[in-house]
Structure formats: structure tokens, C-alpha cells
């Protein structure tokens, strides 16, 4: 019952954390030159005044940034989205079409990173001062020192052009028509670069971390009560050790979860998939207001739904705070 009040109290918090983000990005945006109507002109090859006036008219350009946002927000409140001038649907079908290949990106980053983090975070910390760690801490010092665009063309040199292993982009071979099994697989292939290049910059932060706290736990008292009781290391690791090593990396998770949205935006351009952050440039460049608010808006979301994932885990490790709610 105690983690059901804490999730309700996180969710209750979320509310208004998401509502002052619609509203700080949407007044940002008003503050840029253009608007969509501009963009549109721009792509149709220029137009008259009184065209550029009866558009801002259809689509309410013409109405001031309070009214304006007080519309969007009540359209919100009533699950409406609104409709993308640009892309000429709806915006919520707009983005649920490129949701996938985001989610299936940062679940396969995420989980990436954090097991070999938690692995070689380990090995580190186990080896300390030798040379393991010494290979280790260098290779993650590379990886969080050289831009993921850098690592995405590398790879696609090396792996899609030169050695032809994988595909250099997109989320699957468009011209096959593929079901089941088969699409399963050439997804995943076509989702191996693009995951190692968003993966390698958080692979270095949770191998560190994770070495940190792997070093701070094992010369606390009850580790060396447990060695002096005789138990074999492997055992003190895994059963003792572990638990209270995992609190910094778990809480990370919450953390980097909008950091990682936002290194999709270079991945997605790079390897041409069809995703959130693609979108979101793309939107930026045309100046299309209510597809860029509708990101940001299940962007929150999913940040928000990580976070509250990441403080009941961490509820379940750490009963201190069951204890304290």
C-alpha cells in the first residue's frame, strides 16, 4: 500500500510538471520568427497577402499567444492533439506512426547500456588498479568523449559500406513485403547501428557509475562482516553487494531518459528512421506548431511514465523510503 501512495503522489506531481512544459515550450515558440504559414508559402513557391492572411485565419495564427494557447490547452485537456498543417493528418496519428521506431530505440539503448554497464562496472571494481580496469575506464572515457554522430558514420562506413554486414539506414527494407518472423529480424537488424551509436555515450556513464558504487559498497561494515563469516566473493557480490550498488544506476535510468530522446534526434537523422526525434526536426524546419507540441507533449509523457517506473523499482530496493512515505 505504501508504494501505491508513493505512485500516486509521483503521478499527482507529474501533472503540473507536464503542464508548465507545454506552456514554456509554446511561448519559446512564439518568440522564433515564421510560423506555419510561412513554411507553407515558402513550399508552395510564395503567395499573395491575402492568402498568408486567410490561412493564419483557418488555422488561428491570427489570434494572440494567450488565446492561442488557452485553446491548445483546453483541445488537450480533451485529448486532441489538433491537426498538422504540414504532414495534412491529424497529429496524433502523425506521431503514434513514428512512435514505434523511438520506442523500440530507446528501450534497446537503454537496455544495452545498462546491462554492459552494470557488467563491465563490475569487472572494473572487482579488478581496481589492474588492468582491467584500466582497459575498461579507457574505453568508456572514448565512448563518452566522441560525438554519437561520429560513431553513427564510422559504423556505417565500416559495417554497412565496407564490410556489408548491416543496412546503413531505415527502419526496414521497404521494398520486401515481409510478416512475421522475417520483418521481426529485419527490423532488428536494421536497428543493431543505431543502437550501439545511442548506447556507447550511456554504456560510458553507467560503467562508471556502476564502478563508483561497485568500490563505496564493498568497504562498507556488513561486506566485511560477511568475508569475515567466510562466504565466497561471488556470493557477496551478487547477493549483498549488488543490491545497494544498483540504487545510483537505477536512479540514472529516470535521468537520462529525456537526455537519451534527445540524442535520438542525431541517431534518427543519421540512419534516416522514421521516429520522434526525425519528426521533431523536421517540424522545427516547417515551423509546424501543433506536431512540434504534440512531441513535446508524449516526449513528457514518457519521461514522466520512466520516472514513475524508476521510483517504484527504487522503492522496491531501497525500503527506506517505503518506510519514510
Do not use: C
Not at 485529448?79 to 495534412?88: K, N, Q, R
Not at 520486401?176 to 529485419?186: C, M, N, W
Not at 543505431?194 to 556513464?205: R, S
Amino acid at each position: 500500500m505504501r508504494i501505491l501512495s508513493l505512485a500516486g503522489r509521483r503521478l499527482a506531481a507529474s501533472i503540473p510538471t507536464l503542464f508548465l512544459i507545454l506552456i514554456g515550450v509554446f511561448l519559446l515558440l512564439q518568440l522564433a520568427p515564421g510560423d506555419t504559414v510561412d513554411a507553407m508559402m515558402a513550399q508552395m513557391g510564395g503567395g499573395d497577402a491575402a492568402t498568408a492572411r486567410e490561412l493564419r485565419k483557418f488555422y488561428g495564427l491570427d489570434l494572440s499567444a494567450p488565446v492561442q494557447l488557452g485553446n491548445y490547452l483546453w483541445r488537450l485537456v480533451q485529448f486532441d492533439l489538433g491537426f498538422s498543417s504540414i504532414y495534412g493528418k491529424p497529429v496524433a496519428t502523425v506521431i503514434f506512426e513514428r512512435l514505434p521506431a523511438t520506442l523500440l530505440l530507446m528501450t534497446a539503448s537503454l537496455s544495452f547500456a545498462f546491462f554492459f554497464g552494470l557488467v563491465l562496472g563490475v569487472i572494473a571494481a572487482r579488478g581496481v588498479n589492474r588492468w582491467p580496469d584500466t582497459l575498461i575506464s579507457t574505453l568508456g572515457l572514448i565512448f563518452y568523449a566522441t560525438p554519437s554522430f561520429w560513431f553513427g558514420l564510422m559504423a556505417i562506413v565500416v559495417f554497412s559500406i565496407y564490410l556489408q554486414w548491416l543496412p546503413a539506414g531505415g527502419f526496414e527494407d521497404i521494398g520486401a513485403v515481409q510478416t512475421g518472423f522475417e520483418r521481426t529480424l529485419d527490423i532488428a537488424a536494421h536497428l543493431v547501428l543505431p543502437t550501439l551509436t545511442l548506447a556507447l555515450i550511456f554504456l560510458a556513464i553507467y560503467l562508471r557509475i556502476m564502478r563508483a558504487s561497485m568500490l563505496e559498497v564493498l568497504n562498507l561494515d556488513y561486506v566485511r562482516t560477511a568475508r569475515a563469516k567466510g562466504l565466497d566473493e561471488t556470493r557477496i557480490i551478487a547477493k549483498h553487494v549488488l543490491r545497494n550498488a544498483l540504487l545510483p544506476m537505477v536512479t540514472l535510468i529516470g535521468l537520462q531518459a529525456g537526455t537519451m530522446l534527445g540524442g535520438s534526434v542525431v541517431v534518427e537523422s543519421v540512419f534516416s528512421l522514421p521516429g520522434l526525434g526525425r519528426l521533431a526536426y523536421e517540424s522545427v524546419v516547417q515551423r509546424d506548431l501543433n506536431t512540434l507540441l504534440g512531441i513535446v507533449f508524449v516526449s513528457a509523457l514518457l519521461v514522466i511514465s520512466v520516472n514513475f517506473l524508476v521510483d517504484l523499482l527504487y522503492a522496491r530496493l531501497d525500503p527506506r523510503i517505503q518506510a519514510e512515505g
